[in-house]
C-alpha cells in the first residue's frame, strides 16, 4: 500500500506557542479531533496543519481549519515556568525521588496550592491522582514541557519522551490504587516505628513507599500549609533514626517550597529582608520577633539549627537563588536605593566560612546584577562581574566572590575577565585593613585572608595566578602578626604558663592562619618552643591540687593539642608530651 502523501497536524497554543497534539491521515478526521482537544484544553486556539510531500521531497505546509475562543482566566490552572529539568528518571523510584518531586511541585505549583497538597501526598494517593486526572490539559502541559526541555527541540524524540512520561504516571497511579487496597497500620507515634511494622518481607523502597503512603494520608486530613508543617517539625524533633528523618526532611521540602514561607516570616518591609530571613532559617539562627508563627517557626528553626533537616535547608537556599535571578526590584517604593540594597544582601550572603553555598550563589548574585546594568550580552556580564566584585565589602571577599563565580557558569566565556580583575586586586602593596574589613576583630580578619587563601587553592585559575594571590595573602598576614603583635599578646611571659599554652592552642587550632604560609609557620615556632620548655607538665598544672582535676586538665590540652597536630615529628604518647 502507497504511502499517503497527506498528513495532518493537529496543533493546540499554549502561551502564544504551537505545540502538536495529534496527525491524523484525512482532514475531517483532524478537525474533528481538533474540536474534541479544544473543547477539553484550557488552550486558546486550535488548529489543523496539511503537510504535502511534493515530488521533489520538500514538505508543504498548509493551514486548513483553524478555531480560537476567549477563555476565562484561571491561574491557578497553569503550569509553572521551569528553565531546566533533572535527568531522566530510569528507575520507577526515581520518579519519587527528591529532584523529581521538586520539579512537580514547581510545574504544578499554582494547582497544588489551590488543593493545599504536597507533591509527596499527591504521588501516594490515588484520590488526589484521579482529581489532577480530571485536568487532563494541566497534566498535558506539564508533560509537554518536561519532554520538550529533556529531548531537545525535535519532534519525534519529544512525542516519544512524552508517551514514556504517560505510561510512568499511569504506572504511579496504579501503584498508588494498590496501596489503597492495603491495610496499613496507622501513624501513632515515630515515623521509625511505622517503619519497622511495614517493612517485614518487604524491599527497603516498598517500605518507603508505603510509609509515606501512610504519612500522605494523615497530611490530606490537614487543610493549611502551617498545619502540616507543624505536624512534620514534631515527627522530626521527635524521631532519631537518620533513615526516618531523611523521608520527613523530604516532606518538609515540599512544604517549604509552597507560599508557606509568608507565614513563616509574617510580612517583610522588602525583598531582601525577606531573602536574608530565608537564609537565617537555613542556617538555624532566625531570631524571635521575625516570624509570623513563632512556635511552628522556631521548632523548624531549631531542626536546621541542629543539621537534622539538610534537604530544607538547600529548599530554602535555592528560592533565595531563584528570587535573586528574577527581575523586580529589592525596594519596590524605592528603586533609588537598588544599589545600596544590592551590597547588603551581598554582604549578608558572605559568611565566615565564604560565599554562601559558593558558586551557585555567586552566579545569582551576577545575573541579579546583570538586571540592573544597562547593557546586554557579553558587555553587560562584564559590568554585571565588576558590579558584585565591589558590592563585597572588602578585597577578601572579592577575592572569595571571584574564586565561586570561576567555578559556575559565567567562567565559559569570562574567566579571563575574572583573572584581570584578580591581578588588579593583588597589585600594590596593601595591609589587613584593606584587605579585610576595618569593622572586623582581629580573629575575623585573619579568618577572613584564610578564607581567601583557601578558595583560590581550590578554583580553577592557573597555578602562577594562585601563587600570586596566595603570595599576596601571606605577606598581608605576615606583617600583620608582627605589626600586630598578636603573638605577643596571646603569649604574655606575666601570665601562668597554662593560660598561655591554652590561649596559643586556641589561636593556632582555629584556623585563623593558612597552614603553607610563613605567617602560619611563624605562629608554629612559637607554640612548639613553648611546648619544649622544661618540665612542661609539671608547670602546665602547677597550682591545681587535686590530680585527678590536674590529669583532667592535661588530658584536654593533649586533645587540642592532637586535633591541631602543631608537633611535626612529635605527639603524644601515654598521656605524655614526647621529643622526635
Known amino acids: 500500500m502507497a504511502k499517503p502523501r497527506n498528513t495532518f497536524d493537529v496543533q493546540l497554543r499554549h502561551e502564544g506557542r504551537w505545540v502538536i497534539e495529534a496527525v491524523e491521515e484525512t482532514e475531517l478526521r483532524a478537525c474533528k479531533v481538533a474540536d474534541s482537544l479544544l473543547a477539553a484544553s484550557t488552550s486558546d486556539a486550535v488548529r489543523v496543519v496539511r503537510n504535502w510531500t511534493r515530488p521533489d521531497g520538500l514538505i508543504a505546509e498548509t493551514e486548513v481549519f483553524c478555531r480560537t475562543r476567549v477563555i476565562r482566566d484561571q491561574p491557578w490552572f497553569k503550569v509553572g515556568q521551569i528553565e531546566q529539568v533533572p535527568a531522566r528518571c530510569v528507575a520507577m523510584n ?158 518538609i521540602t515540599d512544604v517549604l517550597g509552597t507560599d508557606v514561607v509568608e507565614d513563616l516570616f509574617g510580612r517583610q518591609p522588602a525583598l531582601r529582608t525577606a531573602l536574608c530571613a530565608m537564609l537565617d532559617l537555613a542556617d538555624g539562627t532566625l531570631a524571635s520577633g521575625r516570624t509570623g508563627d513563632d512556635a511552628i517557626t522556631a521548632s523548624l528553626n531549631r531542626l536546621l539549627a541542629v543539621g537534622k533537616l539538610p534537604a530544607s535547608r538547600r529548599c530554602l537556599v535555592e528560592r533565595v537563588h531563584r528570587r535573586l535571578r528574577l527581575p523586580g526590584p529589592f525596594q519596590p517604593r524605592d528603586t533609588a536605593l537598588e544599589h545600596d540594597e544590592f551590597c547588603k544582601m551581598a554582604d549578608r550572603l558572605l559568611t565566615p566560612s565564604g560565599l554562601h553555598s559558593g558558586a551557585e550563589t555567586a552566579e545569582a548574585l551576577t545575573t541579579r546584577y546583570g538586571r540592573m546594568v544597562e547593557r546586554g550580552g557579553a558587555a553587560g556580564r562584564r559590568d554585571a562581574i565588576r558590579g558584585v566584585l565591589y558590592a563585597m565589602p572588602d578585597r577578601a571577599g572579592r577575592l572569595i566572590y571571584l574564586c565561586e563565580l570561576a567555578r559556575s557558569n559565567y567562567a565559559r566565556e569570562h574567566l579571563a575577565d575574572m583573572a584581570e580583575l584578580l591581578d588588579e586586586l593583588t597589585t600594590g602593596e596593601a595591609g589587613i585593613g584593606q584587605l579585610c574589613d576595618r569593622r572586623l576583630a582581629p580573629r575575623e580578619r585573619m579568618a577572613r585572608a584564610t578564607v581567601a587563601w583557601q578558595a583560590m587553592a581550590a578554583s580553577p585559575y592557573p597555578g602562577y595566578l594562585k601563587e600570586q594571590v596566595a603570595a599576596h595573602i601571606d605577606d598581608i598576614l605576615m606583617r600583620y602578626l608582627i605589626d600586630g603583635k598578636i603573638i605577643e599578646k596571646l603569649d604574655r611571659p606575666d601570665t601562668p604558663l597554662r593560660d598561655r599554652a591554652m590561649h596559643l592552642m586556641r589561636f593556632y587550632g582555629f584556623g585563623l592562619l593558612p597552614k603553607e604560609s610563613r605567617a602560619f609557620a611563624a605562629a608554629r615556632k612559637t607554640v612548639v618552643s613553648l611546648l619544649r620548655q622544661p618540665d612542661f607538665e609539671a608547670r602546665f598544672v602547677a597550682g591545681i591540687t587535686d590530680p585527678h582535676m590536674a590529669q583532667a586538665t592535661l588530658r584536654e590540652f593533649f586533645a587540642l593539642l592532637t586535633g591541631t597536630g602543631v608537633l611535626t615529628g612529635a605527639g603524644v604518647k601515654d598521656g605524655h608530651l614526647r621529643s622526635p
Open 94 to 251: 526515581d520518579y519519587f525521588a527528591h529532584d523529581s518531586r521538586q520539579t512537580i511541585g514547581r510545574l504544578l505549583r499554582r494547582y497544588l496550592d489551590k488543593i493545599i497538597v504536597t507533591p509527596t501526598e499527591l504521588i501516594h494517593s490515588a484520590g488526589e491522582l484521579r482529581r489532577l486526572d480530571d485536568k487532563f490539559s494541566l497534566v498535558r502541559l506539564a508533560v509537554d514541557r518536561v519532554a520538550t526541555l529533556q529531548a531537545g527541540d525535535q519532534t519525534g524524540a519529544v512525542r516519544l519522551r512524552r508517551d514514556e512520561l504517560y505510561q510512568t504516571i499511569d504506572q504511579i497511579a496504579a501503584r498508588a490504587r494498590a496501596a489503597d487496597q492495603l491495610r496499613l497500620p496507622e501513624l501513632d507515634g515515630k515515623v521509625s516505628d511505622l517503619i519497622r511494622v511495614i517493612e517485614a518481607g518487604l524491599d527497603p523502597d516498598e517500605c518507603d513507599y508505603r510509609a509515606l503512603a501512610v504519612l500522605s494520608r494523615q497530611l490530606l486530613s490537614l487543610r493549611s500549609w502551617m498545619s502540616k508543617l507543624e505536624l512534620l517539625c514534631r515527627l522530626a524533633a521527635e524521631e532519631d533514626d537518620p533513615h526516618a528523618i531523611a523521608l520527613l526532611d523530604g516532606v
